[in-house]
């Protein structure tokens, strides 16, 4: 697996604690796992990661619309500070991504009508679409996961990232939905979550090693240099971070 999915995966992971106090507490009061049953909670989570993954795609294709070198490689001057705000958000060091909550709020309110019309839940589909709206939840970990998978640029592997971050959630959020309070425990491990955390901080280090080491040769070309000089040098900085 590539360096890249296993962070999305690790960030579903690491924000177990973060997931389990803001979603869980909605999974447990829709009833899924206990009256209404598995196919319920498993409409919800599919849900959910569903609108992850929806998002991640439209975010992608808007970032590749620019396809000047510079943009690029400004988008991965971003990656790799997102990873490491991430990383230091979720091992509690820094709280600066708090704010994409707050901004997030105005866009959580319509939605969150529109959620209403599925409750109570009594059928599985309606905790399908009360998923996809969930999805949508203003939430920092959610919000700058989108912004760092816009940066690969492409629909498929943008959305591709965010439906592994999804999945990543998902032990936390079954946990809280079938009432594994042992698996709950375990997610919220403080050697866990800074393990992850230190991972994220070590890939946006890395990250941005190679950008900086590579578009330094961008700068230096005189203005008629090629742009396929330019891409071939936006391809080793993949290549280096798929080592």
């Not at 936390?172 to 698996?183: D, H, I, K, V, Y």
Request: proline share 4%.
């Amino acid at each position: 697996m590539e360096p890249e999915f296993i962070a999305a995966l690790g960030l579903g992971l690491a924000g177990a604690g973060h997931c389990l106090g803001m979603c869980g507490g909605i999974a447990s009061a829709l009833n899924l796992g206990g009256g209404l049953g598995l196919p319920a909670t498993l409409a919800y989570h599919a849900g959910r990661i569903c609108s992850y993954a929806l998002l991640g795609a439209l975010v992608g294709a808007l970032a590749g619309l620019g396809d000047l070198p510079a943009w690029t490689i400004g988008l991965r001057y971003l990656a790799g500070l997102l990873l490491i705000a991430m990383g230091l958000y979720i091992a509690d060091w820094w709280r600066g991504l708090a704010w994409l909550e707050r901004a997030g709020a105005s866009l959580w309110r319509p939605v969150q009508s529109l959620s209403r019309h599925w409750l109570p839940v009594r059928h599985a589909y309606q905790a399908g679409l009360l998923g996809l709206c969930w999805g949508l939840m203003p939430c920092g970990l959610i919000y700058s996961s989108l912004a760092w998978a816009a940066t690969a640029q492409d629909p498929l592997r943008s959305g591709i990232l965010m439906l592994v971050f999804g999945v990543g959630t998902l032990p936390a959020m079954m946990a809280t939905s079938l009432g594994a309070e042992s698996l709950q425990r375990f997610l919220r491990k403080r050697g866990l979550k800074l393990a992850i955390a230190l991972m994220l901080i070590c890939s946006g280090v890395w990250t941005l090693y190679l950008v900086m080491s590579h578009s330094g040769h961008l700068s230096a070309d005189p203005p008629h240099s090629s742009h396929m000089h330019q891409t071939s040098i936006l391809r080793s900085i993949d290549a280096g971070n798929r080592t």
